[in-house]
Protein backbone atom coordinates (compact mmCIF):
# COMPACT_ATOMS: atom_id res chain seq x y z
CA UNK A 1 0.00 0.00 0.00
CA UNK A 2 1.54 3.61 -1.22
CA UNK A 3 1.23 6.55 0.97
CA UNK A 4 1.56 8.85 -1.80
CA UNK A 5 -0.97 11.39 -2.64
CA UNK A 6 -3.22 10.61 -5.19
CA UNK A 7 -2.27 11.99 -8.49
CA UNK A 8 -4.77 13.14 -11.24
CA UNK A 9 -3.98 11.97 -15.22
CA UNK A 10 -1.66 14.79 -16.12
CA UNK A 11 0.61 13.25 -13.05
CA UNK A 12 -0.10 16.20 -10.98
CA UNK A 13 -1.01 15.68 -7.27
CA UNK A 14 -4.56 15.66 -6.71
CA UNK A 15 -5.44 18.24 -3.74
CA UNK A 16 -8.02 17.07 -1.64
CA UNK A 17 -11.13 18.89 0.22
CA UNK A 18 -9.72 18.85 3.72
CA UNK A 19 -6.93 20.43 2.65
CA UNK A 20 -8.48 23.41 0.76
CA UNK A 21 -10.78 23.84 4.40
CA UNK A 22 -7.84 24.35 6.24
CA UNK A 23 -5.93 26.73 3.67
CA UNK A 24 -9.26 28.51 3.73
CA UNK A 25 -9.58 28.29 7.64
CA UNK A 26 -5.79 29.53 7.86
CA UNK A 27 -6.97 32.51 5.33
CA UNK A 28 -9.87 33.50 7.70
CA UNK A 29 -7.71 33.46 10.67
CA UNK A 30 -5.33 35.40 9.30
CA UNK A 31 -7.57 37.81 7.76
CA UNK A 32 -9.72 38.60 11.21
CA UNK A 33 -5.97 37.93 13.37
CA UNK A 34 -6.00 42.24 13.58
CA UNK A 35 -9.43 42.50 14.23
CA UNK A 36 -8.73 41.65 17.46
CA UNK A 37 -6.53 43.20 19.82
CA UNK A 38 -5.68 43.19 23.55
CA UNK A 39 -3.02 44.05 25.87
CA UNK A 40 -1.84 45.96 29.23
CA UNK A 41 -0.01 49.06 29.66
CA UNK A 42 1.33 51.40 32.12
CA UNK A 43 0.59 55.09 32.86
CA UNK A 44 1.98 57.87 35.30
CA UNK A 45 -0.12 60.74 36.59
CA UNK A 46 0.26 63.13 33.58
CA UNK A 47 0.93 60.73 30.89
CA UNK A 48 -1.31 60.05 28.01
CA UNK A 49 -0.90 56.68 25.75
CA UNK A 50 -1.85 56.55 22.36
CA UNK A 51 -2.43 53.74 20.37
CA UNK A 52 -2.99 53.81 16.09
CA UNK A 53 -5.92 51.32 14.88
CA UNK A 54 -6.28 50.88 11.05
CA UNK A 55 -10.25 50.94 10.52
CA UNK A 56 -11.60 50.72 6.94
CA UNK A 57 -15.22 53.31 6.85
CA UNK A 58 -18.02 52.43 8.75
CA UNK A 59 -16.53 49.89 10.83
CA UNK A 60 -17.51 49.89 14.20
CA UNK A 61 -15.24 49.45 17.27
CA UNK A 62 -15.67 48.77 20.99
CA UNK A 63 -12.97 49.13 23.44
CA UNK A 64 -13.49 47.31 26.65
CA UNK A 65 -10.87 48.83 29.83
CA UNK A 66 -10.72 47.94 33.33
CA UNK A 67 -7.18 49.95 35.94
CA UNK A 68 -5.49 48.89 38.42
CA UNK A 69 -3.39 50.32 41.00
CA UNK A 70 -0.01 49.14 42.46
CA UNK A 71 0.10 48.53 45.86
CA UNK A 72 3.62 48.97 47.70
CA UNK A 73 2.55 46.75 50.92
CA UNK A 74 1.04 44.11 48.87
CA UNK A 75 3.96 44.31 46.20
CA UNK A 76 1.21 44.02 43.40
CA UNK A 77 -1.53 45.28 41.18
CA UNK A 78 -4.97 45.15 42.71
CA UNK A 79 -8.52 46.44 40.96
CA UNK A 80 -8.54 50.18 41.08
CA UNK A 81 -10.92 52.62 43.28
CA UNK A 82 -14.11 53.94 41.85
CA UNK A 83 -12.92 57.72 42.58
CA UNK A 84 -10.35 56.91 40.07
CA UNK A 85 -11.35 58.14 35.75
CA UNK A 86 -10.20 57.34 32.45
CA UNK A 87 -10.41 60.33 29.65
CA UNK A 88 -10.43 58.39 25.99
CA UNK A 89 -10.29 60.20 23.03
CA UNK A 90 -10.65 59.51 19.67
CA UNK A 91 -9.66 61.28 16.32
CA UNK A 92 -10.30 60.00 12.78
CA UNK A 93 -7.42 60.18 10.18
CA UNK A 94 -8.35 64.09 9.48
CA UNK A 95 -7.23 64.63 13.40
CA UNK A 96 -11.19 65.50 13.94
CA UNK A 97 -12.49 64.25 17.22
CA UNK A 98 -15.05 61.60 17.03
CA UNK A 99 -15.35 60.32 20.67
CA UNK A 100 -14.47 62.27 23.72
CA UNK A 101 -15.72 61.19 26.78
CA UNK A 102 -14.28 60.50 30.85
CA UNK A 103 -15.34 57.16 32.17
CA UNK A 104 -14.92 55.46 35.38
CA UNK A 105 -12.05 53.02 36.25
CA UNK A 106 -13.70 50.36 34.32
CA UNK A 107 -15.54 50.78 31.71
CA UNK A 108 -16.79 50.18 27.43
CA UNK A 109 -16.52 53.51 24.54
CA UNK A 110 -17.82 52.38 21.48
CA UNK A 111 -17.43 54.55 18.10
CA UNK A 112 -18.30 53.76 14.11
CA UNK A 113 -15.60 54.99 11.56
CA UNK A 114 -16.56 57.47 8.59
CA UNK A 115 -13.48 57.57 7.22
CA UNK A 116 -11.20 55.04 6.11
CA UNK A 117 -7.21 55.16 7.79
CA UNK A 118 -5.48 55.27 10.74
CA UNK A 119 -7.67 56.41 13.80
CA UNK A 120 -5.53 57.19 16.88
CA UNK A 121 -7.26 55.93 20.42
CA UNK A 122 -5.63 57.81 23.53
CA UNK A 123 -6.13 57.28 27.09
CA UNK A 124 -4.95 58.99 30.47
CA UNK A 125 -6.45 59.35 33.74
CA UNK A 126 -7.95 62.54 35.38
CA UNK A 127 -5.67 63.71 37.13
CA UNK A 128 -7.21 65.72 39.76
CA UNK A 129 -7.65 62.03 41.32
CA UNK A 130 -4.38 60.84 41.41
CA UNK A 131 -3.55 61.60 45.05
CA UNK A 132 -5.79 58.32 45.45
CA UNK A 133 -2.14 55.96 44.66
CA UNK A 134 0.34 59.23 45.20
CA UNK A 135 2.34 59.35 42.31
CA UNK A 136 2.13 55.37 41.53
CA UNK A 137 1.85 53.62 38.32
CA UNK A 138 -1.49 52.65 36.70
CA UNK A 139 -1.87 49.74 34.83
CA UNK A 140 -4.78 49.72 32.31
CA UNK A 141 -5.95 46.66 30.30
CA UNK A 142 -7.32 47.17 27.25
CA UNK A 143 -9.43 45.11 24.72
CA UNK A 144 -10.22 46.56 21.36
CA UNK A 145 -12.34 44.33 19.19
CA UNK A 146 -13.35 45.70 15.11
CA UNK A 147 -15.86 45.15 12.67
CA UNK A 148 -17.91 41.58 13.23
CA UNK A 149 -16.15 40.53 16.40
CA UNK A 150 -17.37 43.74 18.46
CA UNK A 151 -21.02 42.30 18.06
CA UNK A 152 -22.59 40.37 21.37
CA UNK A 153 -23.97 37.60 19.41
CA UNK A 154 -25.90 35.67 22.18
CA UNK A 155 -27.45 38.92 22.65
CA UNK A 156 -28.82 39.45 19.02
CA UNK A 157 -29.77 35.71 19.17
CA UNK A 158 -31.73 35.63 22.38
CA UNK A 159 -33.26 39.37 21.34
CA UNK A 160 -34.26 38.13 17.58
CA UNK A 161 -34.91 35.18 18.40
CA UNK A 162 -32.69 33.01 16.01
CA UNK A 163 -31.83 29.66 16.09
CA UNK A 164 -28.22 28.43 15.69
CA UNK A 165 -28.43 27.51 12.02
CA UNK A 166 -29.97 31.47 11.55
CA UNK A 167 -27.20 32.58 13.75
CA UNK A 168 -24.21 31.15 12.34
CA UNK A 169 -25.48 32.32 8.78
CA UNK A 170 -25.64 35.51 10.21
CA UNK A 171 -21.65 35.47 11.64
CA UNK A 172 -20.82 34.58 8.18
CA UNK A 173 -22.45 37.55 6.47
CA UNK A 174 -21.04 39.46 8.45
CA UNK A 175 -17.22 38.11 8.05
CA UNK A 176 -17.67 38.44 4.45
CA UNK A 177 -19.18 42.01 4.99
CA UNK A 178 -15.69 42.95 7.00
CA UNK A 179 -13.85 40.86 4.27
CA UNK A 180 -14.81 43.30 2.12
CA UNK A 181 -14.92 46.36 3.90
CA UNK A 182 -11.06 45.67 4.55
CA UNK A 183 -10.50 45.12 0.75
CA UNK A 184 -11.76 47.89 0.36
CA UNK A 185 -9.63 49.80 2.67
CA UNK A 186 -6.56 47.97 1.03
CA UNK A 187 -7.83 49.04 -2.52
CA UNK A 188 -8.04 53.03 -1.12
CA UNK A 189 -4.45 52.69 0.71
CA UNK A 190 -3.24 51.31 -2.88
CA UNK A 191 -4.22 54.15 -4.66
CA UNK A 192 -3.13 56.42 -2.24
CA UNK A 193 0.01 54.95 -2.17
CA UNK A 194 -0.06 55.00 -6.36
CA UNK A 195 -0.80 58.97 -5.90
CA UNK A 196 1.89 59.89 -3.85
CA UNK A 197 4.70 58.12 -6.21
CA UNK A 198 3.14 59.52 -9.10
CA UNK A 199 3.30 62.73 -7.30
CA UNK A 200 6.97 62.39 -6.40
CA UNK A 201 8.17 60.67 -9.46
CA UNK A 202 6.51 64.35 -11.12
CA UNK A 203 8.19 66.20 -8.72
CA UNK A 204 11.35 64.49 -9.44
CA UNK A 205 10.96 65.20 -13.06
CA UNK A 206 10.47 68.61 -12.59
CA UNK A 207 13.40 68.93 -10.78
CA UNK A 208 15.70 67.53 -12.53
CA UNK A 209 14.46 69.55 -15.68
CA UNK A 210 14.89 73.08 -13.20
CA UNK A 211 18.50 71.80 -12.54
CA UNK A 212 19.48 71.01 -16.32
CA UNK A 213 17.90 74.83 -17.24
CA UNK A 214 20.40 76.31 -14.30
CA UNK A 215 23.38 74.36 -15.29
CA UNK A 216 22.32 75.40 -19.17
CA UNK A 217 22.01 78.80 -18.22
CA UNK A 218 25.23 79.33 -15.81
CA UNK A 219 26.89 77.93 -18.83
CA UNK A 220 25.94 80.81 -21.45
CA UNK A 221 26.44 83.26 -18.61
CA UNK A 222 30.04 81.92 -18.38
CA UNK A 223 30.78 82.03 -22.03
CA UNK A 224 29.30 85.33 -22.27
CA UNK A 225 31.47 86.59 -19.76
CA UNK A 226 35.12 85.51 -20.33
CA UNK A 227 34.21 85.98 -24.23
CA UNK A 228 33.07 90.03 -22.87
CA UNK A 229 36.62 89.30 -20.65
CA UNK A 230 38.48 88.87 -23.32
CA UNK A 231 37.57 91.45 -25.64
CA UNK A 232 38.14 93.97 -22.89
CA UNK A 233 41.37 92.52 -22.74
CA UNK A 234 41.89 92.92 -26.49
CA UNK A 235 42.75 89.03 -26.64
CA UNK A 236 40.26 88.36 -29.18
Same mark, same amino acid.
Not at 70 to 96: C, H, N, R, S
Not at 135 to 147: C, T
Given at each position: ???????? =???????? *?? @????????????????????? @???????????????????????????? *??? #?????? @????? *?????????????????????????????????????? *??????????????????????? #????? =??????????????????QLRVRQLVEQVDQIQKEQNYQRYR???????????????????????????????????????????????
Open positions: MSDSPPVN =ENGDEHVG *QP @YLSFVFSAFLLNVFYNCVSSL @YFHIGETEKKCFIEEIPDETMIIGNYRT *QLY #DKQKEE @YLPAT *QGLGMFVEVKDPDDKVILSRQYGSEGRFTFTSHTPGEH *QICLHSNSSKFSLFAGGMLRVHL #DIQVG =EHANNYAEIAAKDKLTELEERFRQTSESTNQRVLWWSIVQTLILVAIGIWQMRHLKSFFEAKKLV
